[in-house]
């Protein structure tokens, strides 16, 4: 989903606009209302954020909260409806597709000196600057990476890919042998190519961005027609569902999509996702590199990013108490020992280390994973500019056209920058 820009704007979405707070009742701060915490997850991150508030507000006596809890595909439209209407919540789950759409609009309080990142891993605490200010906190740090179920490729009788070597060519050979050798009804890969983050990678590949560090974009018309290009690959040898499915596996929740029933090979994650995907598969995920134009894993052009961040509304009623939950949330290991590196490993490297020896096997193997993958890693991106939020929703829609044969890449590629170019105005 992505923000409406213009809506926003339109509801007066500034700094000189109260954006008010959301949660009502009796109890809670200073004011005596909740604090509102709003995030998007699963029924586990739902019950280990529900946890940690609990042991915060028992901590603080008085305290009560008023959680939210949502799912990606309707959290953002919702959350721009509540700024827009004035009822933001006070703790805000924030992507860095959106820091800075929210932030230059002055919806989110600068946390600079009011949480403490001083043990953070370092380049993480950069993470959620915008301009002149911390516009988020990073809550952990993961990477993205490919997902597989290694019974769907014994299944097929296909082997597991060497995923330090493999190239797209190899990924879209594997993917249409396990679909070609697979039940009905099960794929080699999920429909992954109308995720941005993917085509960030392949970007990456290229030897660009998708936007650049001053905002402006970094692909061109010809550049998004040959993604296009091997997407359509990939569907054209069956790598990837028909049309129809991937619509219908895009919109699901993480446990109803195709991983998560067993019925993929392959997806396309961040890494702190393998412990909800597990659970709900109830098999043994794995966690692979995505391949390379080279066959090299070191020119991936991988990157740590946060998995998401903890923004503060501007216009909270109780903005110390929301700023100290945060500040607790990143560094207190009561927290640490709740959560887990279920929102990625701890950006605190102390927070971190405490954890290790509690993590059960998939998180062990979520740590591993990100330890194998730094020698390889590369600069983080530069944040989406202020509507570059607009891209996801604009990629899946000319993709999913070009799925359906609605339209040729070219088409396709041409409306993607046009629509991209007129958002980020």
Same mark, same amino acid.
Not at 20 to 35: F, V
Not at 224 to 229: K, P
């Given at each position: 989903m992505t923000i409406s820009r213009r809506a926003l704007l339109a509801a007066g979405m500034t700094t000189s606009v109260g954006l /008010?707070?959301? /949660?009502? +009742?009796?109890? /809670? +701060?200073?004011?005596?209302?909740?604090?509102a915490v709003t995030w998007w997850g699963n029924d586990v991150r739902n019950s280990l954020t529900t946890e940690a508030i609990d042991t915060f507000a028992a901590s603080r006596p008085g305290t009560t909260f008023a959680p939210q809890p949502g799912e990606w595909s309707s959290y953002w439209n919702r959350l721009a409806t509540q700024v827009a209407g004035g009822d933001a919540p006070d703790v805000i789950q924030m992507d860095e597709a959106y820091l800075s759409e929210y932030a230059s609009r002055g919806a989110l309080l600068d946390l600079a000196g009011k949480v403490d990142t001083s043990r953070f891993l370092a380049g993480t605490a950069e993470s959620g600057a915008v301009q002149d200010i911390t516009a988020g906190v990073s809550i952990g740090v993961n990477a993205l990476a490919f997902v597989v179920n290694p019974a769907v490729f014994e299944d097929a009788g296909v082997e597991l890919p060497d995923d330090t070597t493999w190239t797209w060519e190899e990924f879209r050979a594997t993917a249409a042998e396990v679909s070609a050798k697979s039940p009905d009804g099960s794929v080699g890969a999920a429909g992954m190519f109308t995720n941005p983050k993917l085509m960030q990678v392949w970007l990456r590949q290229q030897g660009t961005e998708l936007f650049l560090t001053d905002g402006r974009p970094g692909y061109d018309? /010809?550049?998004?027609?040959?993604?296009? *290009?091997l997407m359509m690959s990939f569907r054209e040898e069956g790598a990837i569902p028909e049309p129809s499915v991937l619509v219908e596996d895009a919109a699901a929740a993480l446990d109803q999509s195709l991983m998560a029933q067993g019925r993929a090979a392959i997806g396309f994650y961040g890494s702190n996702q393998l412990t909800a995907l597990t659970r709900a598969s109830g098999a043994p995920l794995q966690l692979v590199r995505w391949p390379s134009t080279t066959g090299r894993a070191?020119?991936? *052009?991988?990157?740590y990013k946060s998995a998401s961040l903890w923004s503060v509304s501007a216009r909270s009623r109780q903005p110390e108490l929301a700023a100290e939950f945060v500040d607790w949330w990143v560094n207190d290991p009561a927290c640490t020992r709740i959560v887990l590196n279920e929102r990625g490993a701890p950006a605190n490297t102390d927070r971190a280390a405490d954890i290790e020896a509690e993590l059960d096997e998939t998180g062990a193997a979520v740590a591993a994973f990100l330890a194998q993958n730094e020698a390889d890693l590369g600069a983080a991106p530069p944040l989406p500019p202020p509507g570059g939020a607009s891209a996801d929703a604009t990629l899946t829609r000319v993709a999913t056209d070009v799925l359906f044969e609605r339209s040729s890449t070219s088409q396709a590629a041409a409306a993607f920058v046009a629509e991209v170019d007129a958002a980020l105005t």
């Open positions: /008010g707070l959301a /949660g009502c +009742g009796s109890g /809670g +701060g200073a004011d005596g209302r909740p604090l018309a /010809g550049l998004v027609d040959e993604y296009l *290009q070191a020119d991936r *052009q991988a990157w």
